[in-house]
């Protein structure tokens, strides 16, 4: 059976290249980024509708993940313009093109949909955004749903895992550098989340996008449980052999710091019974870092 053609936009960020490996074996894949494609690549910027039609036209794919976004929630605070212009606008750039195509598609999100005021949050509950980061990601999945009402969109409180490629937003690699230079680091003692490994929030995306290709509507990946930013802190550093006093739990609010919700725990289950999977908890998570 011939294999789907895939356009992953964004393939060369963080979870985009995990993404690729995840997609490699089920389909023919396409990386697709806003600047030097690679030889098996495409440019395309999302912000600009003609960018947009022009990949589409080259490629011609039967499915697309879309990952690229400004997803720095403080420089979207600082930036709330450009911050539109990519997660929003640059949203409805690829889902208007997916409609007139008939290409599938899976789209990311994010727990800063909600307040965070719940501890647990479903896809059926109400978003509530707080940052500027959040807000645009609540109207890139209205317009989402409406362009391409056949479009899953997968949620993620905390993705982590070791860069694929140089200079990508990697935790795990920023606190490394970090400590290696004897920099102490603040974690958030109060906001909550439930992380998941990048390589399985890729493998769920690539599933949705090429064997559950019928499945539509919101879903939630992340760990069976929840832990404090400044316990995950605690247990990288563990791992790491990094010394107790470089690990500072941070109690108040950093001056020109994006709010942020202090319970983002997004219930997997939905996506666990979809996919035949069991989602792992906080602690295996983290040890697959390091295996």
């Not at 727990?111 to 959040?134: H, M, R, T």
């Not at 202090?262 to 602690?283: D, I, V």
Request: aromatic fraction near 6%; glycine fraction near 8%.
């Amino acid at each position: 059976m011939k294999k789907p053609k895939i356009l992953i936009i964004g393939a060369r960020g963080f979870l985009g290249s995990y993404a690729v490996e995840a997609a490699s074996s089920k389909a023919d894949v396409t990386r697709g980024d806003r600047s030097n494609p690679e030889s098996d690549g495409v440019a395309i910027d999302i912000r600009d509708a003609s960018s947009v039609d022009k990949a589409f036209a080259a490629t011609r794919p039967d499915g697309i993940l879309l990952l690229a976004a400004m997803a720095d929630i403080d420089k979207c605070e600082a930036q709330p313009g450009e911050a539109f212009a990519i997660n929003v606008q640059g949203a409805e750039h690829v889902a208007r093109a997916c409609a007139r195509s008939g290409a599938r598609l899976v789209f990311a999100s994010t727990g800063a949909v909600f307040d965070g005021l719940k501890q647990g949050y479903g896809e059926d509950d109400d978003v509530s955004p707080i940052s500027v980061y959040g807000k645009t990601k609540v109207e890139a999945e209205e317009i989402v749903r409406a362009l391409t009402p056949s479009a899953a969109i997968v949620r993620l409180s905390l993705v982590i895992g070791w860069a694929r490629r140089h200079g990508t937003n990697s935790m795990l690699n920023t606190l490394r550098e970090r400590w290696q230079e004897g920099n102490a680091v603040s974690f958030p003692v109060a906001e909550v989340r439930n992380p998941v490994h990048a390589a399985s929030a890729a493998e769920a995306m690539a599933s949705l996008l090429v064997e559950h290709r019928e499945t539509r509507g919101v879903f939630h990946a992340g760990s069976s449980d929840a832990i404090s930013r400044y316990e995950l802190g605690r247990r990288l550093a563990e791992r790491m052999n990094v010394r107790d006093d470089l690990v500072k739990p941070q109690t108040e609010i950093s001056p020109g710091r994006a709010p942020r919700g202090a319970h983002h725990f997004l219930l997997p289950w939905k996506l666990q019974k979809l996919l035949g999977t069991k989602a792992q908890s906080s602690e295996q998570v983290i040890e697959g870092c390091f295996a």
